[in-house]
């Protein structure tokens, strides 16, 4: 009867199968042989031997529009944080449904926490069927029931006569955000080229940001209106992306793992090789991740079981996967971005006076993030994931701390311009280090630490964390900074201390690797220390073809 291995069997096999594969690969190095370093030396090889992909072939280029649709689960996302962030600096908002918070610069207390924790509430039920839906019906299954239900909580929303009706709305946006912001994370990171896969998935999450842009730049124009066209309009504008998610949906091709987890082979070849190899199904990359999906994509895995969800947890590996995807789930949003609901109030407490002036700053900030998240999508897959984590995290805490030190001394009574205007640039640096560090990320690595398995109900569960992580930021924001105003800006400056520490121990890399290749990260007894291991090897070329050499002295092979 056959059983399934332990992690130990499992760690035994694979240091066994790295012993046979160095002894087959024991020859003596060439003085001229090319000497590289590299995590991983199959997908290298792969890398190097066979067709380079061309980002401008017209194959590519029908990869990025497919993509690019993928892309609006972000864009919809993008546009209620933001739009609730500068409909609430609104006093026609505030008037028509009789909100406090004309004296901080926008809405605060209990009624504004509980309008903007509504959303992550419908966000945490939404993700009870966000994955099964993924597995059942497809990454565009989930993408597609998803952004219809976005398109009903956004007209309830824009069309709402009192309290009750905005709760119902912001209630129903987040039950079909988290359905959308499984299926389409997941679509893109399996759709994606391994050698791209950083950027194109940092993009994904940097589409947040055209959202952001495009509605934080409409409320400048209508802010000056006196009816309630001044909030309306930019609650309407919601509509768009998910209108576009829903129409060209199933006009993409589905992602080649879930068509090989139900027995559909042909078509997913058809589709890799596509996209991955240019049309050919021999290129070296095609032909590793084809056996690397064969080996790895279960036909009678947990998510074929809409319920379980115990592959997330029953080994060490899997608890490990779980672990580094719930810490960006809670770290993504517990590293200072929870005020950016809130900076109108920020601003306020700042020295800016005006709503317009607070209004356009608001879209000056968003343009400043969005430029971070650009930079930070190009170095995904130069600098590394655990990289920027790191220093981004700190650099995060650095800005929040001259925020706090800027805004105590010179925000309240606006004796000092110059030093109200410190403190608003540095909410500027603030948003732009937290941007580049942690909007390519978000989308990005919890979906690479998954395997394919149980990526859509981790990707499920991740959302999950992340809707009880900001609910805690959007309930716990707008009382506490009614109460305590700048002090809460240190709460988040020592949480970012101590995420530092966590991430420098715990946090694993995973660039530089095909999805199926990370699982010998998560195999190893010490995977931080194996996902930043680095081997020599040297390209060699023999009559058999191009093979790679470990090396570890020069003009030796010592593997």
């Known amino acids: 009867m056959s059983h399934s291995p332990s992690d130990e069997e499992k760690i035994e096999s694979v240091e066994h199968a790295n012993e046979k594969s160095e002894t087959h690969l024991s020859a003596p190095v060439p003085k001229n042989a090319k000497v590289i370093e590299v995590v991983n030396a199959d997908y290298a090889l792969a890398l190097s031997t066979g067709p380079q992909l061309s980002p401008t072939s017209t194959k590519s280029i029908q990869l990025y529009l497919i993509l690019l649709v993928a892309f609006m689960g972000s864009l919809s996302n993008g546009f209620d944080g933001s739009v609730m962030s500068a409909v609430n600096g609104m006093q026609q908002y505030l008037d028509f449904f009789g909100i406090d918070g004309s004296d901080a610069g926008g809405g605060v207390g209990t009624v504004t926490a509980i309008i903007f924790g509504i959303y992550s509430i419908g966000s945490i039920v939404g993700v009870v069927i966000a994955g099964p839906i993924a597995d059942r019906f497809g990454r565009r299954g989930g993408m597609f029931v998803g952004s219809l239900i976005i398109i009903v909580g956004a007209i309830v929303i824009t069309a709402a006569k009192n309290q009750s009706y905005l709760l119902a709305g912001r209630f129903v946006l987040g039950f079909g955000v988290a359905i959308t912001t499984t299926a389409a994370p997941a679509y893109v990171v399996e759709m994606s080229p391994p050698q791209w896969r950083g950027r194109l998935t940092g993009l994904y999450n940097t ?31 919601q509509i768009a992306p998910a209108a576009v998610l829903a129409i060209f949906a199933y006009f993409l091709p589905e992602s080649p793992r879930w068509l090989i987890s139900v027995g559909r082979k042909d078509e997913a070849m058809h589709i890799l090789a596509k996209y991955h190899g240019d049309g050919d199904a021999n290129a070296p990359l095609v032909k590793l991740e084809w056996k690397e999906f064969e080996e790895s994509v279960k036909l009678d895995a947990s998510d074929k079981r809409w319920w379980d969800y115990s592959e997330l947890v029953n080994t060490r590996n899997a608890r490990y996967r779980t672990f580094m995807m719930l810490l960006m789930g809670f770290f993504g949003q517990w590293s200072g971005n929870g005020l950016g609901y809130f900076l109108t109030i920020l601003f306020k407490n ?11 700053l608001n879209f000056a ?57 410190a403190a608003i640039a540095f909410i500027f640096l603030f948003g732009f280090v937290y941007s580049l560090t942690y909007t390519p990320l978000q989308a990005l690595y919890p979906a690479e630490c998954l395997d394919f398995n149980t990526r859509a109900k981790g990707m499920a569960v991740y959302a999950f ?42 946090a694993v890399e995973t660039k530089g690797r095909t999805l199926e290749e990370l699982d010998e990260i998560f195999q190893d007894r010490h995977p931080v220390r194996a996902s930043i291991a680095k081997r020599k090897v040297a390209v060699v070329e023999k009559a058999e073809g191009t093979v790679m050499v470990s090396v570890n002295n020069p003009g030796t092979d010592a593997a």
Do not use: H
């Open 207 to 237: 589409f947040y940001y055209s959202g952001s842009i495009l509605c934080t730049g409409i409320t400048i124009a209508t802010g000056r209106r006196s009816d309630t066209s001044s909030w309306r309009a930019p609650l309407a504008i």
């Open 350 to 360: 700042a020295g800016a006076n005006s709503q317009n002036q607070r209004l356009v």
């Open 465 to 506: 964390a992340v809707s009880c992580a900001s609910f805690v930021n959007t309930y716990a924001g707008p009382i506490a900074l009614g109460k305590i105003q700048w002090r809460y800006y240190i709460v988040y400056v020592v949480w970012d201390l101590f995420e530092c520490a966590v991430i420098w121990t715990c």
């Open 365 to 421: 900030n968003t343009l400043i993030s969005a430029g971070g998240a650009l930079i930070g999508t190009s170095l995904t897959d130069k600098v590394g994931r655990r990289t920027m984590w790191f220093w981004g995290t700190l650099a995060s805490a650095g800005m929040l701390a001259i925020v706090t030190g800027c805004t105590a001394k010179w925000g309240a009574d606006g004796a000092n311009p110059q030093g109200a205007n």
